[in-house]
């Protein structure tokens, strides 16, 4: 007997040829590095903020929707689309021609002489990044059985703070070797502000990067909703959002609850540099060490234990284990990642820093897997998409907007970016926590209705 969905349809499981474990492991492995590249580049700029300031007279408003809204907008719009076409296409090309478009607008926001001008290079970073979260969570679902899939999406998604702690480790180290240089002569591209090497440096790596995408085998669809003769059927746009109606209690209270996170998270990664620069008086490269040291082991350490214990609960029939593990993250970060802003020495910043951050990476991963474990494979890129949409445009956007604007507005002076700081984790971690609460019901029946289909 072929198995139905709530709506009569049928549904495919597609076991045969499934791929060994570890080549599904290389799979992550590759598509983490191309993660962490994205996130190299994404993130570079937060370094480089003083450089810019002073070389394009730019504000702190103006520095965070750099960092935020120029990336986000773009990032989320072109994600919808792409969503539709990794559901239907070749995934791996779609990653392929995504990294050759961010790499090349990265290497080109070097040129940039204006806010517009690096402006518009930033968005060009973001529609590339657009293809790989929804092309590479719709493939790694393809590659492991759901009771893995927390901790292989976990992984995956440590390349956030791998590629974040990379890009204050080379953009930190590069500012300080090229501070006694104001200019420099760049084959190609001339006479340019030292600062502006650390975008060629970051861009021109994604060609090789490319090439390693390119080795990935595109999986075998599984889970695929079928006819009542058992042949896998394509979903319109209409049928994909009404698929996506039908859950769409978990659908919006994981992506209000990952929003609130984002906030958190890339508020963070945006303006910290900056926080121990103004207030600590690092200089760029002692704060991107210490941050990078962070970022590697107790963010992903986060990230790792998060999709563990999303796994084991699940193994556990505990079908809202995502949601659990979002509570614990939300739980903890409020107690200690406003304190680290507040305190008056930068070790004791660091010290309040470090298990901040691996309560912060707790859901980052599972929450990811969460919406794959509840939706068919023909909408799982489009699902992933408007998660994205959504985190994006509000965690990506606020996250590194609202101290700025605080900062400017608010206290009316730059030196109290640790206030802002504060305000923008708190109010993020009270929102991830309520959220997260609030559809533990709605997801355990999604999920029950999924595994009977």
Not at 338 to 365: H, Y
Request: charged share 10%; glycine share 12%; aromatic share 10%.
């Amino acid at each position: 007997m072929i198995p139905r969905t709530a709506e009569g349809r049928a549904t495919t499981p597609s076991t045969e040829g499934q791929p060994s474990l570890g080549y599904a492991w290389w799979v992550v492995i590759a598509l983490t590095s191309v993660y962490t590249l994205s996130f190299v580049d994404r993130q570079i700029l937060g370094l480089l903020v003083p450089s810019i300031k002073r070389d394009l007279g730019v504000s702190d408003t103006q520095i965070g929707l750099l960092q935020g809204l120029a990336f986000s907008l773009f990032y989320t719009l072109m994600g919808l689309p792409i969503g539709r076409i990794a559901d239907r296409w070749n995934r791996r090309n779609l990653i392929v021609g995504g990294i050759l478009i961010w790499s090349f607008f990265t290497t080109m926001s070097s040129v940039a002489k204006s806010f517009a001008l690096l402006f518009s290079t930033r968005i060009g970073v973001g529609v590339g990044e657009a293809s790989l979260s929804p092309a590479g969570y719709s493939m790694m679902s393809d590659y492991f059985p759901k009771q893995k899939l927390g901790a292989a999406i976990s992984v995956f998604y440590m390349g956030v703070f791998i590629g974040s702690s990379l890009a204050m480790l080379v953009g930190g180290t590069t500012v300080d070797t090229l501070a006694r240089t104001p200019f420099i002569t760049v084959p190609v591209l001339g006479v340019m502000a030292s600062w502006r090497l650390t975008f060629v440096l970051v861009g021109l790596p994604g060609i090789v990067f490319a090439l390693l995408a390119w080795t990935i085998r595109e999986p075998i669809r599984r889970n695929l909703l079928a006819s009542a003769d058992g042949r896998a059927t394509r979903l319109s746009f209409g049928e994909g959002l009404a698929q996506i109606r039908m859950r769409w209690q978990s659908v919006t209270g994981i992506s209000l609850a990952m929003v609130c996170q984002g906030m958190v998270t890339y508020g963070l990664l945006a303006w910290v540099p900056t926080f121990f620069q103004r207030v600590h008086h690092w200089s760029p490269g002692q704060s991107g060490r210490a941050l990078a040291a962070i970022l590697l082991t107790f963010g992903c350490g986060g990230m790792y234990v998060g999709g563990r214990l999303s796994d084991w609960w699940q193994k556990r029939g505990i079908a809202e284990g995502p949601l659990k593990v979002a509570v614990i993250s939300a739980i903890g970060t409020l107690l200690l990642m406003p304190a680290a802003m507040l305190v008056p020495k930068p070790e004791w910043s660091v010290a309040l820093l470090a298990p901040a951050l691996f309560f912060d990476a707790l859901a980052m991963g599972t929450a990811a897997a969460a919406l794959q474990h509840i939706f068919p494979n023909q909408v799982r890129g489009q699902v992933s998409a408007l998660y994205l949409f959504l985190l994006n445009l509000g965690g990506g956007s606020l996250g590194p907007l609202l101290p700025g604007v605080f900062n400017d507005y608010l206290f009316r002076n730059p030196n109290m970016v640790g206030y802002s700081l504060a305000i923008t984790i708190a109010i993020g971690a009270i929102g991830m926590l309520i959220a997260s609460l609030l559809t533990f019901g709605s997801y355990r029946t999604h999920y029950e209705m999924m595994q009977t289909a």
